[in-house]
């Protein structure tokens, strides 16, 4: 990123989006049970490359930046990815192990230990 000065911004950003945003898309998957310090750990590191990317100084909330690139920043990212998901293994795009998970149980057939107990 030392070349920002003879590329234009969207040489920066090509680079950026090649080699950095896999890394935080596959973060805001990975770190979803994660305590809270890691996930503002890992929004930093995407904060600040937003930064390096416009030039921005911190004068200027880290939010506006994002929007101005048109990025989601990691929770958000989190779930829209999962809502993707759910909804292809609704549809049966995805694996059947993967399908099965979100399969609608049968309730009614559920025994309980007193069944017999509270029907009388």
């Given at each position: 990123m030392r070349d920002k000065g003879i590329l234009f911004e969207g040489?920066?950003?090509a680079k950026l989006m090649c080699l950095v945003l896999p890394y935080f898309h596959y973060c805001s998957l990975v770190r979803v049970n994660?305590?809270?310090?890691l996930k503002r750990k890992v929004q930093r590191l995407q904060n600040r490359a937003a930064r390096v990317v416009t030039g921005d100084s911190y004068d200027i909330r880290s939010k506006d930046i994002l929007n101005k690139l048109g990025w989601k920043n990691l929770e958000e990212r989190r779930i829209s990815?999962?809502?993707a998901y759910v909804t292809k293994a609704l549809q049966g795009k995805c694996l059947e192990n993967i399908t099965?998970?979100?399969?609608?149980?049968?309730?009614?057939?559920?025994?309980?230990?007193d069944d017999n107990?509270?029907?009388t």
């Open positions: 040489g920066v950003l994660c305590n809270q310090a990815q999962t809502e099965a998970m979100f399969l609608p149980s049968n309730i009614e057939n559920y025994q309980l230990r107990a509270i029907q």
